[in-house]
């Protein structure tokens, strides 16, 4: 039984050997199965952070999206010489985090909390710098010991918003390259010029870079904060934070003894600004406090929402909860447009993340306004008024921009509101805002003025003269003719006496109204028709908002200058082109028209806008 089962394996066999043997390799090679692709180069991802509580949560949120597979990361983190909780911020992300990444170090020191040698948090003594130099280099030391191919280094306050930053800069197959971040200045992450001295040096190839004229990767003496490198270059091998060369002679600075480092070994730095990377806050002067800081960061955070989504913070820290008030005012109005979700919805978020409560108002949709409710709301234009840039009426969307501020102040009146502030819904947050208007308006109550409206944003036209400074008043002038409704503070009274004259029966743009008001409006004969011009407006000096976007910008739609003319729906109304330029850029103040003679906060004195 068990021969003819062996010789029938057997012939099987020698058919298939046969069949082999006729296939060639060509074809071979087409039956067999692709190779599989290479994994991704590991990366060490260091993290130094101090006082960076407020910090992390976003910055660790930010890397968490990372589009770059977390087993091919490791995580080198180290703190120390904090006042606050950032210890255990971060151990609680490590401790939620360890399964996804390849690996972990981390290196808390709780004692001490801070420099002996140091008068602030902001700081830097020789003795941190050296301590930061000492982390950097043991960093460093880690990614070649584990054979990393690349260490990417993030600064705590740094904000990588796009998730393939990563794959883009090794890409770009440079030694050491930075991502360009994003401020609300000039400062960045890198330098066009070193001094002798090493210190910044200004260039004019800095602002072409900066304001992304010119798009790529550009070598440069410095770079800084957020940068990768490639451990794979031999040239690597020669780079360290710490100890300086022997020759060194430049400033005792961490990035400055890098970038030193970097021209001893003939390496290169490059920044790159082909994408929006991600954004970091504009370096705050060495009195700062942490508060400072904290806020600063929350602009941060406001600027991102600008043309962004709100960044959401790691979901594997457990963040504080926020106790939005009024600050101080009996309202805080926000008017918006019901079918603009994208405007209130951003809004909404800019008042969350800086613990303001407001009400938001139903904006009157003017072009949803037809002749016969004009008319019943004994609605009539002010003989004779032109818009100055396209020589047109009224448009309905300006009246519907009018009616929504008139609903604000008879509510005002209504509920006897003594102090108000009243938002548009496109506006941006300057930097420290809340804290900014609620210390102006604590010193006008201290002075006791008498005072029924206060612009927090607007277009200054009048520019041939300075406006008059408040005395013992920080931040504050006596209104002349101005643009825009963005944001203002309005007392009862003045709510009262912009009601007393009855403007809808003579009615035009309501940032041209109000100037009739306090009497500053150029045209005399639109000021006729108002006889009590009494209106007491003053003004913050520097603003504390901005529009978010300018009529002519790409995407914008405003809904004041798109829209029909107020008594002939036929009639459609857009903006020109080049008109809008002269709207969207402030003519450049003469010397002798500037507000020089403001009393100054200290907080103006804290906000570095300097490289």
């Not at 002519?552 to 107020?566: F, K, N, Q, R």
Request: proline share 6%; glycine share 4%.
């Amino acid at each position: 039984m068990a021969a003819p089962r062996v010789r029938k394996i057997a012939c099987e066999l020698s058919v298939w050997l046969l069949m082999l043997s006729l296939v060639t390799a060509a074809e071979w090679e087409e039956m067999s199965p692709a190779e599989s692709p290479l994994q991704k180069p590991t990366v060490l991802l260091a993290l130094l952070a101090r006082n960076a509580a407020h910090t992390l949560p976003y910055q660790l949120g930010c890397l968490e999206r990372l589009d770059y597979p977390k087993e091919r990361i490791a995580i080198w983190a180290a703190t120390d010489h904090n006042t606050d909780n950032t210890t255990a911020v971060m151990r609680e992300w490590l401790k939620n985090t360890q399964k996804l990444y390849h690996s972990v170090e981390w290196r808390p020191m709780e004692e001490p909390r801070s420099y002996a040698d140091e008068m602030g948090p902001k700081h830097w003594p020789n003795s941190r710098f050296t301590h930061v130099m000492k982390l950097r280099q043991a960093a460093l030391k880690a990614a070649r010991e584990m054979w990393a191919d690349y260490v990417l280094f993030v600064d705590a306050d740094n904000l990588l918003t796009d998730p393939d930053t990563l794959n883009l800069l090794i890409a770009e197959n440079k030694t050491v390259v930075a991502p360009m971040m994003e401020s609300r200045a000039a400062y960045s992450n890198y330098w066009c010029g070193i001094s002798s001295q090493g210190y910044y040096k200004r260039t004019p190839a800095y602002m072409p870079i900066r304001k992304r004229d010119r798009k790529g990767c550009f070598p440069v003496p410095m770079v800084h904060s957020t940068f990768l490198i490639d451990l794979r270059k031999e040239a690597s091998q020669d780079l360290a934070f710490y100890p300086p060369h022997a020759d060194y002679t430049w400033a005792f600075d961490d990035i400055i003894v890098f970038a030193s480092s970097c021209r001893e070994a003939d390496v290169q730095m490059y920044v790159c600004n082909k994408e929006i990377y991600g954004f970091l806050p504009v370096p705050l002067r060495s009195h700062a406090t942490l508060q400072d800081e904290a806020e600063s960061f929350l602009h941060v955070l406001l600027e991102v929402m600008v043309k962004y989504p709100p960044l959401e913070p790691s979901s594997y820290i457990s963040v504080s909860p926020k106790y939005p008030d009024k600050m101080g005012f009996d309202e805080v109005f926000m008017i918006n447009l019901k079918r603009r979700t994208d405007r209130r919805e951003r809004m909404l978020q800019t008042f969350h993340q800086q613990e303001i409560t407001c009400k938001i108002v139903d904006a009157v949709d003017g072009r949803a306004l037809n002749s016969s409710q004009i008319e019943a709301m004994g609605i009539d234009m002010l003989p004779g008024y032109e818009d100055p840039y396209h020589g047109r009426p009224v448009t309905r969307g300006e009246l519907g921009c009018f009616l929504s501020h008139y609903i604000i102040w008879k509510e005002i009146v209504d509920r006897g509101l003594k102090k108000s502030v009243v938002f548009e819904d496109d506006l941006r947050f300057e930097i420290f805002f809340k804290r900014r208007l609620m210390s102006l308006i604590h010193e006008v109550e201290e002075e006791q003025l008498d005072w029924d409206l206060i612009y927090i944003g607007r277009k200054r036209m009048q520019l041939e003269h300075p406006e008059k400074a408040v005395p013992d008043v920080r931040n504050l002038v006596e209104a002349d003719y101005s643009y825009w409704t963005l944001g203002y503070v309005i007392s009862l009274q003045g709510a009262q006496k912009l009601l007393d004259v009855q403007p809808l029966s003579k009615i035009l743009p309501v940032d041209e109204f109000l100037p009739i008001m306090f009497n500053k409006h150029p045209k005399s004969e639109y000021m006729k028709y108002f006889e009590n011009r009494n209106l007491k407006a003053f003004s913050a000096e520097p603003l504390l908002v901005y529009p978010t976007h300018y009529t002519g910008d790409a995407g914008y739609i405003s809904d004041t200058e798109t829209s029909t003319l107020w008594n002939d729906e036929s009639k459609t109304t857009d903006w020109d082109r080049a008109k809008s330029q002269k709207m969207k850029e402030q003519i450049e103040l003469s010397s002798e028209a500037q507000n020089s003679d403001v009393i100054q906060s200290p907080l103006d004195r804290t906000a570095r806008d300097e490289l």
